[in-house]
């Protein structure tokens, strides 16, 4: 049998101030239970022929872990369920990943256009994995192991975004100093601005960025994003403005966008930049 750190990396923690979140698990939880009892089975056994340990088979059922979707899919099989087990999977597909990223993302689905400018990072949705990886692994205090491969599922998931049909309009500002950091090593690197390039070609992504050696630059105050919806609403936030806080006051949102213009207009053009960021790849 598998030991508890072992069975404890098939799943992800609940997180307690996520409300709806914790509900969706503990009823999943209620109904393998239920489906285990059924058939005749102490949870040690059951653990032993899914090929997880009690101990994981105890906090699923009681709500305080979230399986993964494996987990589903061998008590499926086990238990004779014929897809109503698996199908939980799809209940459970969007609280595996924390709630502000579930927020996030959800917006990220609905918006028409997308404006960001990030200066000492790579914009998450413009990442790779390995990039993601690497990013992570070096934050403190460090991730486990289990958090790591959350993080990364979550940002991983929001790049459906590029697979819209009909698909929103994204534009990128990128300071330079984000495209030479060597997150990762020289190969995690190079696929980065690989991916970057790629990313570039497409007809409703815009890419800029902003050389380091510029005597004027209004983005001294750290991010901005602004989402625009198909109701014409939208919510932006930037750290050096209104305590980094969410705003969706049309007047508070216009300062926003007239320093991402400012930026913008301080920046490489779409095409400028990608010969630059395919100038820095022949470099490396």
Aim: zero cysteines; glycine letters at 10%.
């Amino acid at each position: 049998m598998s030991t508890n750190n072992e069975t404890d990396e098939h799943g992800w923690d609940v997180d307690p101030e996520d409300e709806s979140g914790a509900a969706v698990v503990a009823a999943v939880g209620r109904q393998l239970k239920a489906w285990r009892e059924a058939a005749g089975m102490r949870a040690a056994e059951f653990g032993v022929l899914i090929g997880y340990g009690e101990d994981l088979i105890y906090k699923v059922e009681g709500g305080r872990r979230i399986p993964r979707p494996e987990y589903l899919d061998k008590s499926d099989d086990l238990l004779g369920a014929h897809g109503k087990i698996a199908v939980m999977k799809q209940d459970l597909a969007v609280v595996r990943y924390p709630k502000k990223v579930r927020d996030l993302a959800k917006m990220e689905a609905q918006a028409v256009e997308l404006a960001a400018y990030h200066h000492h990072n790579i914009n998450g949705l413009l990442q790779t994995e390995g990039h993601m990886r690497a990013l992570f692994a070096g934050w403190l205090p460090a991730y486990t192991q289990d958090e790591l491969e959350r993080v990364v599922a979550a940002r991983l998931a929001r790049r459906a975004i590029f697979d819209r049909e009909p698909g929103p309009a994204l534009s990128f500002v990128q300071e330079e100093v984000t495209l030479r950091r060597p997150v990762g090593g020289r190969k995690v690197w190079r696929e980065q601005l690989e991916h970057l390039l790629e990313l570039g070609q497409l007809r409703n992504v815009s890419i800029q960025v902003v050389p380091t050696l510029r005597e004027e630059h209004p983005g001294t105050g750290g991010l901005i994003e602004v989402l625009k919806f198909p109701d014409g609403s939208a919510v932006g936030r930037s750290e050096g403005a209104f305590s980094g806080r969410p705003v969706f006051d049309p007047k508070q949102l216009r300062i926003l966008e007239l320093r991402y213009g400012m930026i913008r207009a301080q920046a490489l053009s779409p095409r400028e930049s990608l010969a630059f960021i395919a100038q820095l790849l022949g470099e490396t």
